[in-house]
């Protein structure tokens, strides 16, 4: 199995709801990141996990909140989101994040937003 | 720190025709090179990658070598399809940690 799988593909949210992204691979990889892609722009890092472990947070704003329940599943936590949030989310995992050999990153084909 | 410059799309093409993307970088040591591809509706596929100076990677008739004396990762296909028909991203990873850094992409369109 090379995938990462995704769900939803497409979410509507209003700004006062809870909503939660979800991220699962089963390839064994020990890191797995959260990216944000606006229309016609390169994804953003918002989130790495490493062994489970945050590693990585761009400064995100906290109504965006990652969790890491096991190595194989990362979920991110929607919460009075604005409507300049609606972007495709990326997950990715990769073998590690050391070595060179290790940063290869797997993307899943994303989750949709749209913030009304 | 490190950057990734990529040739300003859209590029259109007609089928069969030769491709070259260019994709030129700045980074301290000896990162690894990636070129992503974006189909549209979809996330990032890798299409190929080089680790080392003079590595050439390829993929599904996509070529691109690492080139350290002019810092360069330029992306090449002899022959386009209009399947090939999607957003093209050149990114560096650096010599140890997962922050990958992408260009900004360049779209290209394939005509039958």
């Known amino acids: 199995d090379t995938e990462v799988t995704q769900t939803p593909k497409h979410l509507v949210m209003g700004m006062t709801n809870k909503k939660s992204l979800k991220c699962e691979q089963h390839?064994?990889?020990?890191?797995m990141y959260w990216y944000k892609q606006k229309a016609k722009k390169p994804p953003e890092l918002m989130f790495v996990?490493?062994?489970?472990?945050?590693?990585i947070n761009e400064s995100v704003p906290s109504r965006f909140s990652p969790e890491c329940p096991n190595s194989s599943l990362l979920n991110l936590h929607l919460h009075a989101l604005q409507p300049e949030d609606s972007a495709l989310y990326l997950c990715?995992?990769?073998?590690?994040?050391?070595?060179?050999?290790?940063?290869?990153?797997?993307f899943g084909a994303g989750s949709r937003l749209t913030v009304l | 720190g490190n950057s990734v410059t990529q040739m300003e799309g859209p590029v259109t093409l007609s089928e069969e025709a030769f491709l070259t993307i260019n994709c030129t970088y700045t980074?301290?040591?000896?990162?690894?090179l990636f070129w992503y591809v974006q189909y549209p509706g979809e996330g990032l596929q890798l299409l190929l990658k080089?680790?080392?100076?003079?590595d050439k990677g390829s993929n599904k008739g996509f070529e691109a070598t690492y080139r350290k004396e002019t810092t360069s990762f330029h992306l090449e296909k002899g022959s386009v399809q209009v399947s090939d028909s999607a957003v093209y991203f050149c990114a560096l990873s650096p010599t140890s940690g997962s922050r990958l850094t992408f260009g900004e992409g360049t779209q290209l369109t394939v005509n039958p």
């Open positions: 996990y490493s062994y489970e472990k945050l590693s």
């Open positions: 980074a301290t040591g000896y990162p690894s």
């Open positions: 990715a995992s990769s073998p590690g994040t050391g070595a060179r050999g290790a940063n290869v990153l797997t």
């Open positions: 080089a680790t080392k100076a003079d």
């Open positions: 390839m064994g990889h020990r890191a």
